[in-house]
Antibody, heavy 125, light 112 residues
Framework: QVQLVQSGAEVKKSGASVKVSCKASEFIFTGFYIHWVRQAPGQGLEWMGWINSNSGGRDYAQKFQGRVTLTRDTPIRTVYMELTRLTSDDTAVYYC??????????????????WGRGTLVSVSS | QSILTQPPSVSGAPGQRVTISCTGS?????????VHWYQQLPGQAPKLLIH???IRPSGVPDRFSGSKSGTSASLAITGLQAEDEADYYC????????????FGGGTKLTVL
């Protein structure tokens, strides 16, 4: 089954870090870039970054540079998103989503076709 | 402030037609990049509705259609149904340095 399965909700204190996992089906993990998108309560969608699960290459939105790290564990087909120095503004649902085939060199055409169910990260002071 | 601009809300009665606009700039839609649309039902993850400006994935009813012109795009929904009540987001690629993939702020569709 083509799917992305995310880890459960997290509650963190300001200043802490959080690491969210996203386990991909083989079809997705071996064929597509995996992105992370977040959604604050009552707000819109915000792209954070992508990882190439084959090469480990990655890129991040400027807003999150220095605070977010995407990694992968190939044997278990799992991608991780770690966000550090959390503040209350980071309270959001974090989604992983597949977008763009690994052979593609035209990212301007990419869209997000398979989404995880989301992981709620709550940050309190 | 989202890079792509959508109306916060639209509404329509069952059976009617509604459109949702998505306005960008020369660094995204106006640069010729594709626009994609997502539907987000309450409490659920977004679902791909339209990709490549006009293409409906398998399983998406043909009541949903997309178009693009210049620096804007539109999503049209005909024969409005109660289950269409959701949030809708447009998305495109942006060649500025801040973010590569950008979304609209979302439009809440209310079926009256």
């Amino acid at each position: 089954q083509v799917q992305l399965v995310q880890s459960g909700a997290e509650v963190k204190k300001s200043g802490a870090s959080v690491k969210v996992s996203c386990k991909a089906s083989e079809f997705i993990f071996t064929g597509f870039y995996i992105h992370w998108v977040r959604q604050a309560p009552g707000q819109g969608l915000e792209w954070m970054g992508w990882i190439n699960s084959n090469s480990g290459g990655r890129d991040y939105a400027q807003k999150f540079q220095g605070r977010v790290t995407l990694t992968r564990d190939t044997p278990i087909r799992t991608v991780y998103m770690e966000l550090t120095r959390l503040t209350s503004d980071d309270t959001a649902v974090y989604y992983c989503a597949s977008g763009g085939p690994l052979y593609s060199d035209a990212p301007n055409y990419w869209y997000f076709d398979i989404w995880g169910r989301g992981t709620l990260v709550s940050v309190s002071s | 402030q989202s890079i792509l601009t959508q109306p916060p809300s639209v509404s329509g009665a069952p059976g009617q037609r509604v459109t949702i606009s998505c306005t960008g700039s020369s660094s995204n839609i106006g640069a010729g990049y594709d626009v994609h649309w997502y539907q987000q039902l309450p409490g659920q993850a977004p679902k791909l509705l339209i990709h490549g400006n006009t293409i409906r994935p398998s399983g998406v009813p043909d009541r949903f259609s997309g178009s693009k012109s210049g620096t804007s795009a539109s999503l049209a929904i005909t024969g409005l149904q109660a289950e269409d009540e959701a949030d809708y987001y447009c998305q495109s690629y942006d060649n500025s340095l801040s973010a590569l993939w950008v979304f609209g702020g979302g439009t809440k569709l209310t079926v009256l």
